[in-house]
């Protein structure tokens, strides 16, 4: 059976508690035992009665089987299904002290506070696997484990065990929210993680807000495509060297990214050098088409700063920037193991068609006539551009004629 990733990660997380729950078992069953050893000799008195051979002998033997499961969870493969076993038996050898330890002192209805003091600590301990099936099977163990130590051992005091049961199940119920509560936040911050990544933080917000579901699957929608590429960067990475393209790369498109977030745009991937980035999607608003090209505009912008810092005239770069409007296919596409949020069709293709032919015109940014009547009348100079035809070509994979429009940075 296949795991989804987060899935991965809390079974690594549950196997890492399992160690802590075994050492923390191992420690308080060493400190027990010697205490009640050393108890025992009569070199301390730590309780009222004073531990017997019965008592050293319980320790012994708990402290063997905690050692036993220590060993076993550190140096052999994990399996999830131990958990039940120790959790069973954590509550079996607890019960066992409860009927044979002589220092447990069980009158005057004192068991009923010990049996549930012991009944939580058992079951809190548990709750460090961060399992939703070890949370409930040892919430049941619990309630029995109390159930039996109260009625074998009680001793007349009905009144104060109907108000302990109560309190502890309420008890076990908060333990089961807070682990599903845990694992829940650790899937949404992982999702977030991996979202934050492609979308600017608003745009999660309302994922979440919307409970935009990460399912496979796509819709038509109409969206504005944004394709950027660094003009001869093979020639640019050729002379440098691997870790200084990296570097460059990197500040490049952090640079880039910023830019696009600010603008509400979903960068869709990185292709190297090149950024595919969408307007509409997930979701759509009436200026779509007007932030892809005030985007495109500030990308520029923010180049041109860039280029201001390199010394070199070598180092200064040179990008083409082209925009498109559209229908297009829209969602998470990929196998059950991996999805990628992007768009498909026709319209993904002819915007980077538009943005090659910036090498052509000689034009930094290229629009496409669909993107130009959705922007006319929309902007003014105080925008920082103004936008001018170019002229009509018939771009590869199309046999009519399209009209292409220049955005010229003032």
Same mark, same amino acid.
């Given at each position: 059976?296949?795991?989804?990733?987060?899935?991965?990660?809390?079974?690594?997380?549950?196997?890492?508690?399992?160690?802590?729950?075994?050492?923390?078992?191992?420690?308080?069953?060493?400190?027990?035992?010697?205490?009640?050893?050393?108890?025992?000799?009569?070199?301390?008195?730590?309780?009222?009665?004073?531990?017997?051979?019965?008592?050293?002998?319980?320790?012994?033997?708990?402290?063997?089987?905690?050692?036993?499961?220590?060993?076993?969870?550190?140096?052999?493969?994990?399996?999830?299904?131990?958990?039940?076993?120790?959790?069973?038996?954590?509550? %079996?050898?607890?019960?066992?002290?409860?009927?044979?330890?002589?220092?447990?002192?069980?009158?005057?209805?004192?068991?009923?506070?010990?049996?549930?003091?012991?009944?939580? %600590?058992? @079951?809190?301990?548990?709750?460090?696997?961060?399992?939703?099936?070890?949370?409930?099977?040892?919430?049941?163990?619990?309630?029995?484990?109390?159930?039996?130590?109260?009625?074998?051992?009680?001793?007349?005091?009905?009144?104060?065990?109907i108000p302990m049961i @109560?309190?502890?199940?309420m008890l076990l119920a908060?333990?089961?929210?807070?682990?599903?509560?845990?694992?829940?936040?650790?899937?949404?911050?992982?999702?977030?993680?991996?979202?934050?990544?492609?979308?600017?933080?608003?745009?999660?917000?309302?994922?979440?807000?919307?409970?935009?579901?990460?399912?496979?699957?796509?819709?038509?929608?109409?969206?504005?495509?944004?394709?950027?590429?660094?003009?001869? %960067? *093979?020639?640019?990475?050729?002379?440098?060297?691997?870790?200084?393209?990296?570097?460059?790369?990197?500040?490049?498109?952090?640079?880039?990214?910023?830019?696009?977030?600010?603008?509400?745009? *979903?960068?869709?991937? %990185?292709? !190297?050098?090149?950024?595919?980035?969408?307007?509409?999607?997930? +979701? =759509?608003?009436?200026?779509?088409?007007?932030?892809?090209? =005030? *985007?495109?505009?500030?990308?520029?912008?923010?180049?041109?700063?860039l280029n201001q810092k390199?010394?070199?005239?070598?180092?200064?770069?040179?990008?083409?920037?082209?925009?498109?409007? !559209?229908?297009?296919?829209?969602?998470?596409?990929?196998?059950?193991?991996?999805?990628?949020?992007?768009?498909?069709?026709?319209?993904?293709?002819?915007?980077?068609?538009?943005?090659?032919? *910036?090498?052509?015109?000689?034009?930094?940014?290229?629009?496409?006539?669909?993107?130009?009547?959705?922007?006319?009348?929309?902007?003014?100079?105080?925008?920082? +551009?103004?936008?001018?035809?170019?002229?009509?070509?018939?771009?590869?994979?199309?046999?009519?004629?399209?009209?292409?429009?220049?955005?010229?940075?003032?």
């Amino acid at each position: 059976m296949k795991h989804s990733l987060v899935d991965e990660i809390l079974i690594a997380r549950e196997m890492k508690n399992e160690k802590t729950v075994a050492l923390v078992r191992f420690a308080l069953f060493s400190i027990t035992s010697i205490l009640d050893f050393v108890s025992y000799l009569g070199w301390i008195s730590y309780t009222i009665v004073t531990p017997s051979l019965i008592t050293v002998g319980l320790d012994l033997t708990f402290l063997v089987f905690a050692s036993i499961v220590l060993i076993f969870v550190n140096f052999l493969p994990y399996k999830p299904y131990l958990k039940f076993f120790t959790i069973a038996f954590d509550y %079996f050898i607890i019960g066992l002290m409860m009927f044979l330890d002589p220092t447990i002192i069980k009158s005057n209805g004192l068991i009923y506070f010990i049996a549930m003091t012991s009944a939580i %600590f058992i @079951f809190q301990l548990n709750l460090l696997r961060h399992s939703k099936t070890g949370t409930i099977y040892g919430a049941i163990l619990a309630f029995i484990y109390f159930m039996v130590v109260s009625v074998g051992l009680g001793d007349g005091y009905p009144f104060d065990l109907i108000p302990m049961i @109560f309190g502890l199940g309420m008890l076990l119920a908060i333990g089961y929210v807070t682990t599903v509560s845990n694992i829940e936040m650790v899937k949404e911050a992982n999702t977030k993680q991996m979202m934050e990544r492609f979308l600017p933080s608003q745009l999660v917000g309302e994922f979440y807000k919307n409970k935009v579901q990460l399912e496979p699957g796509g819709e038509n929608k109409e969206v504005t495509i944004l394709f950027s590429d660094i003009r001869a %960067f *093979t020639k640019f990475s050729e002379q440098r060297s691997a870790e200084e393209v990296v570097a460059f790369l990197n500040d490049y498109l952090s640079r880039m990214t910023d830019v696009i977030f600010k603008f509400n745009g *979903t960068i869709d991937k %990185f292709i !190297g050098d090149a950024i595919m980035t969408i307007f509409g999607a997930p +979701f =759509k608003r009436d200026d779509d088409a007007l932030r892809a090209v =005030k *985007t495109a505009v500030a990308m520029m912008h923010e180049i041109e700063s860039l280029n201001q810092k390199q010394k070199n005239p070598e180092d200064k770069i040179n990008v083409g920037i082209g925009i498109h409007t !559209g229908e297009a296919i829209v969602g998470n596409i990929g196998s059950d193991r991996r999805l990628d949020y992007t768009v498909i069709g026709d319209n993904v293709n002819l915007a980077s068609r538009i943005e090659g032919l *910036t090498k052509h015109y000689n034009c930094p940014i290229l629009i496409s006539e669909a993107t130009y009547k959705q922007v006319a009348g929309k902007y003014s100079l105080e925008d920082g +551009f103004e936008i001018r035809e170019i002229d009509q070509v018939i771009v590869k994979g199309k046999s009519k004629p399209i009209t292409v429009y220049e955005v010229v940075c003032l």
